[in-house]
């Protein structure tokens, strides 16, 4: 079952929500986001489903996705979100760094591909810019892309 956050302290935040199936990753990613005021983690998900129902309930800008899931891949999970939460943008947040699992993330509709590796430095810069629509992916994947 999706997990919801505490009410938000700061009502100006972006609302994220995570769906990645290792508890750890969402309560680090959580606490990582949470530290600052420009974004709240509004719900986490360990599954496809959970995410999903989360998504139903809360009014989220963007997803923090991965891409294994165990109910669902993370790529084609991608693509519904994308048809049935259109204002929301997806981050995908991937062990993978190569350049085929970035081009299929964002070929499904995701405006962002980062590497977990990079994400302590660069998760808010990352969440900026997808929530602004802007497409973001993490500089050794973009550098295979290229």
Request: with cysteine; proline share 4%.
């Amino acid at each position: 079952m999706p997990r919801r956050a505490p009410p938000l302290a700061n009502h100006h935040a972006r609302r994220v929500v995570i769906i990645d199936d290792h508890p750890l990753i969402r309560r680090g990613l959580e606490r990582l986001i949470n530290s600052g005021d420009r974004f709240t983690v509004v719900a986490e998900a360990g599954s496809a489903i959970d995410g999903l129902k989360a998504l139903e309930k809360c009014d989220a800008e963007v997803v923090i996705l991965d891409i294994g899931l165990p109910d669902k891949n993370g790529i084609d999970l991608t693509k519904e979100i994308v048809a049935k939460f259109p204002r929301t943008h997806v981050l995908i947040l991937s062990m993978h760094d190569d350049a085929d699992h970035a081009s299929r993330a964002l070929k499904a509709g995701a405006t962002g591909y980062m590497v977990k590796n990079d994400a302590l430095e660069k998760i808010e810069i990352a969440l900026e810019e997808v929530r602004n629509g802007r497409r973001y992916v993490s500089a050794s994947v973009a550098a295979q892309l290229a």
